[in-house]
């Protein structure tokens, strides 16, 4: 009878060992999970930061290049008004010679249509 209750003992105590050992084995779980988790938020935090600067070197660089394409547009329009104005003052005075003309060479004519009714 005491094999018996010493077989029993030692049912018991390995039975106790395998139970703390599966304790253990979850809290390192559990340690590793969490380890995990800090992990990838912090590569996530790492992929973010990176993405951020990469976009905001992307829009300065667009940005930089709006505001020369700005400065390119506006000088082209300063110099196209200029050519413009060239252009009204050498050509004015034909065109208001010709102008002039049509208006003082009135030439009264019949209208084909017109029926005279007397």
């Not at 060992?17 to 990838?40: F, V």
């Not at 667009?62 to 300063?78: C, F, R, V």
Request: net charge positive; hydrophobic share 30%.
């Amino acid at each position: 009878m005491t094999s018996q209750s010493q077989g029993i003992q030692q049912l018991l105590q390995a039975e106790k060992r395998a139970k703390d050992k599966l304790e253990e084995a979850k809290k390192r779980k559990g340690k590793r999970l969490k380890q995990a988790k800090e992990e990838a938020i912090a590569e996530i935090d790492h992929y973010r930061l990176q993405r951020e600067r990469e976009f905001r070197h992307k829009q300065s660089n667009i940005m930089g290049s709006q505001g020369n394409l700005s400065a390119k547009i506006e000088d082209q329009t300063t110099e196209k008004i200029r050519d413009i104005t060239n252009s009204f003052h050498k050509y004015m005075e034909n065109v208001m010679k010709q102008l002039l003309n049509m208006v003082y060479d009135i030439k009264p004519e019949i209208h084909p249509n017109y029926r005279d009714t007397v």
